[in-house]
C-alpha cells in the first residue's frame, strides 16, 4: 500500500523560509512522477512545483526563483524549500505522485494528508 507522509510547514513572517519534506512507503520515488500541490478552501487543487519521471522540474510562475523541489530516491522523499515566501503562499500543501506524468496530477491515486503552511505579513 502506497502512503505519503508529510512533514514540515508551519508558520513563518514573510520573506521567510520554510521546508516541506514528503517521505514515501510502498513504492519508489524513481519511477514515479512527483509534485507539490496547494489548495485553497474551495478551490481547486493546483501545481505549485513538479519533478517528471525524467527528472526534470516545472514551477508555477509565482514561485519560480523562490521555490525548489528536489527528492532523494535513497531515502525515497521529495522536498520543497520555499525561501522569499509571501502571504500569498498560505495554503495547505499537499505531496502527490503516481506512474503518470505529473500534468495529468488529478489522476494521481497517491496523496500526502496535507500540511498548512501560514506567511505573516
Known amino acids: 500500500q502506497v502512503q505519503l507522509v508529510e512533514s514540515g510547514g508551519g508558520s513563518v513572517q514573510a520573506g521567510g523560509s520554510l521546508r516541506l519534506s514528503c517521505a514515501a512507503s510502498g513504492y519508489t520515488y524513481s519511477s514515479y512522477s512527483m509534485g507539490w500541490f496547494r489548495q485553497a478552501p474551495g478551490k481547486e487543487r493546483e501545481v505549485v512545483a513538479a519533478?517528471?519521471?525524467?527528472?526534470?522540474?516545472y514551477y508555477a510562475d509565482s514561485v519560480k526563483c523562490r521555490f525548489t523541489i528536489s527528492k532523494d530516491n535513497a531515502k525515497n522523499t521529495l522536498y520543497l524549500k520555499m525561501n522569499s515566501l509571501k502571504p500569498e503562499d498560505t495554503d495547505m500543501y499537499y505531496c502527490g505522485g503516481d506512474r503518470v506524468e505529473w500534468v495529468l496530477y488529478p489522476m494521481y491515486n497517491n496523496w500526502g494528508q496535507g500540511k498548512k503552511v501560514t506567511v505573516d505579513s
Open positions: 519533478i517528471a519521471s525524467d527528472g526534470s522540474t
